[in-house]
């Protein structure tokens, strides 16, 4: 099973995972955020949004 490094980066963290072949890469993919429309976006959900695209980023940039 793949999982992202998203899921498993705290687990990474603190040592109860190991990552045993570095040089590995399974491929990217994409995380896709749907939501019926842009033009009566509910604030919550812009909010969700903006959050879970800025802990990718952190998670993604301490690579």
Do not use: C, N, Q
């Amino acid at each position: 099973m793949l999982k992202s490094e998203v899921d498993v980066a705290a687990d990474l963290a603190v040592g109860s995972l190991e990552r045993v072949l570095p040089d590995w890469h399974g491929g990217e993919a994409p995380v896709v955020g749907l939501y019926p429309s842009a033009r009566h976006l509910p604030l919550k959900t812009r909010i969700f949004l903006d959050a879970l695209t800025a802990h990718i980023e952190r998670v993604v940039s301490k690579k």
